[in-house]
């Protein structure tokens, strides 16, 4: 008769073990997501730091763009405006990329300003930043990958729904500063 007990408590024992070690998994990925997520934020931040000085570098050169100038600086209030998910985000993002890429080939149309120290350090600056956010991009797909991966796989898939662990949104965004690359300036002296 204690064989039976022994058998059966030793599968409840086993069966909570693995509901443990399953639940554990899942907030450890969901806090390394969540993680990721606010390194993001932060390079995000330093875009929109950086945003009004090559605003500001571009508005003197080319006083009459007003309409772009306006555009970027609308774009980013939006971008900065609310937390919000990754896929509600990564839309305010891409038009906000859209947008300095415009301001950009505003500035492309003015030698004077491409060869301005200022506007080359605010656009390396620039296209640094878009390349951490590009690289935390990476970092946190990655992430959301592997947890959404065990929110989908059995076993884990009864204690995700037990407790509700929720498929998470990838954070996809064009690299719109990138793509337009380097800043091209001709020391020449030829104008």
Same mark, same amino acid.
């Given at each position: ?6 058998v ?21 990925l ?39 100038f ?22 305010r ?29 605010? =656009? ?47 954070? =996809? ?19």
């Open positions: 008769m204690k064989g039976p007990i022994l059966a408590a030793a599968s409840v024992v086993f069966f909570v073990l693995v509901l443990l070690l399953v639940y554990n998994r899942f907030v450890h969901r806090n390394t997501v969540d993680e990721s997520w606010h390194d993001i934020g932060t390079e995000l931040q330093r875009r929109y730091d950086l945003i009004p000085n090559l605003v500001t570098t571009v508005k003197a050169y080319a006083a009459h763009e007003r309409e772009v306006n555009s970027v600086t609308s774009l980013r209030l939006e971008a900065m405006a609310a937390q919000r998910p990754p896929d509600a985000q990564a839309p993002e891409a038009a906000l990329g859209r947008g300095v890429a415009q301001l950009m080939a505003v500035a492309e149309q003015y030698p004077d300003l491409k060869a301005n120290e200022e506007f080359l350090s605010l =656009q390396r600056a620039l296209i640094d930043t878009e390349d951490r956010i590009q690289v935390a991009r990476r970092i946190y797909n990655a992430n959301v990958r592997a947890y959404d991966t065990l929110v989908q796989t059995f076993p884990a898939v009864v204690v995700a729904r037990s407790f509700d662990f929720e498929l998470r949104p990838y954070f =996809q965004v064009e690299a719109a500063v990138t793509d337009a690359g380097p800043p091209s300036v001709d020391l020449s002296g030829q104008t």
